[in-house]
């Protein structure tokens, strides 16, 4: 068994712990031709971040967007679960449930291509729109709109896996709940309301919890390819904003820094939510 685990840890140990030495970047005044031998500056860097005002705005849309996606994802994820719930049919369950969890299995660089089809002015959607008598809306373009794209469309993206979550925790419920419930004369709404929702609550609390720990990560994947300078303000994220300054600025250093300042808030969080998840929901990984 040990065996079977070293080429995941050689892998790890190679790709995850020894890039760490990389960090020292941030405290450098890095320059590739002298490279580690760069001359130090301590917190230099960290203090030129975060006195730029874009800086400070990028952190707001990460948070907005994050907890948006996160919330949303986990009310529409127990919605198709209980609806799915409903469904008599094991074939039909299974039809829609593969249908909903196709996309969760597709690259972003695929998705952006489908939604720039589909959500250009000229686009189906905006063509459905006019149809309707309604104003046309730059989905991809106006700031305002733009951060809502990437919630909904995320959304619609992920929610298929945790439809699985909570369509497992559905499972075990005790089916005798539910027959002493219509002896009772409970309908439909009335087993909803006191059998189903607070036996899936503990469930929706725990991945609430577990959530927390990526908070920091709003999609680089999606926004890198569905963004663009226009909508900056409003759709620039920690990660879009650390590629920009590290590769197409070449600013290393202060690129590290940030990557560095977003990787510390993440650790404190994730030990957050699993603290959480043990006093809350009674849950532990070790």
Do not use: H
């Not at 490279?35 to 030129?48: I, L, R, T």
């Not at 009335?190 to 059998?195: E, F």
Request: hydrophobic share 50%; net charge positive.
């Amino acid at each position: 068994m040990y065996l079977m685990l070293l080429p995941g840890i050689i892998v790890t140990f190679i790709f995850s712990y020894i890039p760490l030495y990389g960090l020292v970047i941030a405290f450098q005044d890095y320059n590739p031709a002298l490279g580690f031998s760069s001359p130090w500056v301590g917190f230099k860097n960290f203090e030129f971040v975060f006195s730029q005002p874009n800086f400070i705005r990028t952190i707001w849309n990460t948070l907005y967007m994050s907890v948006m996606k996160i919330l949303g994802s986990i009310a529409v994820s127990v919605v198709f679960a209980l609806l799915l719930n409903e469904i008599g049919s094991r074939f039909a369950k299974r039809v829609f449930q593969t249908l909903i969890y196709i996309p969760n299995f597709m690259s972003w660089v695929i998705l952006a291509g489908i939604m720039m089809d589909l959500l250009t002015s000229n686009g189906p959607v905006n063509q459905l729109l006019s149809f309707l008598k309604l104003p046309v809306v730059n989905f991809l373009g106006d700031t305002k709109v733009f951060p809502w794209t990437m919630i909904v469309t995320s959304i619609w993206q992920g929610f298929g896996f945790g439809t699985v979550v909570y369509l497992a925790a559905l499972t075990g419920i005790d089916p005798e709940l539910y027959d002493s419930a219509k002896v009772d004369g409970a309908k439909r709404m009335k087993q909803l309301r006191y059998i189903t929702l607070p036996l899936l609550f503990p469930t929706i609390i725990l991945m609430l919890i577990l959530a927390l720990g990526g908070v920091m990560n709003a999609g680089f994947d999606q926004i890198f390819n569905l963004y663009s300078p226009v909508v900056y303000s409003s759709g620039d994220i920690i990660d879009t904003y650390v590629y920009r300054l590290g590769i197409d600025q070449a600013q290393y250093s202060v690129a590290t820094a940030v990557g560095l300042f977003k990787s510390l808030v993440s650790c404190v969080l994730v030990i957050l939510s699993y603290i959480l998840a043990d006093k809350v929901a009674n849950y532990r990984v070790f």
